[in-house]
T-cell receptor
């Protein structure tokens, strides 16, 4: 089963781009990479997902390397409200269950 | 707002007791997932139901059980509660199909005293 590795914490200045890396070196060819964030103890919030092409939506951009062993979530203009724990997730098991890992605690600094 | 609702928001009970957590999925979603988040551990997958049938099991204790009803809402039953069961319990739902995005509810915070 694929698992993920993320740095435990990062800081980013307000207004700057936040680049959050994730390693998923054992991901299989048909598995998507998902990104969620959790603010305080709220329910995890979906951000974006992708398979092998770069993706962009109103919240963020997702860059996936060609070998699919790693990806980077980009928040283009971080705000204080983006302070949260960010999880890079892949599916495990026979169902659609997610492996969350420990995530990256992002702090946006004024 | 994800469209997934969970009740109650908070629950305080004593060791040895039994509680039921409820989850209503987003309209049209057939899958429901339960996760536990303890202070010392991350989000742990417990169990998944799809259209009333159990689809996958994770790290769910034998004291815990779940079911999904014909109207697709789900309940997680926790019995013989221990102090270590204190945690946030999240429900998520997803649309039919493989690798569908999961949408999470606000969670139920359980405190066992």
């Amino acid at each position: 089963d694929a698992k993920t590795t993320q740095p435990p914490s990062m800081d980013c200045a307000e207004g700057r781009a936040a680049n959050l890396p994730c390693n998923h070196s054992t991901i299989s060819g048909n598995e998507y990479v998902y990104w969620y964030r959790q603010i305080h103890s709220q329910g995890p919030q979906y951000i974006i997902h992708g398979l092998k092409n770069n993706e962009t939506n109103e919240m963020a951009s997702l860059i996936i390397t060609e070998d699919r062993k790693s990806s980077t979530l980009i928040l283009p203009h971080a705000t204080l409200r983006d302070t949260a724990v960010y999880y890079c997730i892949v599916r495990v098991g026979t169902g659609n269950q997610f492996y969350f890992g420990t995530g990256t605690s992002l702090t946006v600094i004024p | 707002d994800s469209g997934v609702t969970q009740t109650p928001k908070h629950l305080i009970t004593a060791t040895g007791q039994r509680v039921t957590l409820r989850c209503s999925p987003r309209s049209g979603d057939l899958s429901v997932y339960w996760y536990q988040q303890s202070l010392d551990q991350g989000l742990q997958f417990l169990i998944q139901y799809y259209n009333g049938e159990e689809r996958a099991k994770g790290n769910i204790l034998e004291r815990f059980s779940a079911q999904q009803f014909p109207d697709l809402h789900s309940e997680l039953n926790l019995s013989s509660l221990e102090l270590g069961d204190s945690a946030l319990y999240f429900c998520a739902s997803s649309a039919p199909g493989l690798q569908e995005t999961q949408y999470f509810g606000p969670g139920t915070r359980l405190l066992v005293l």
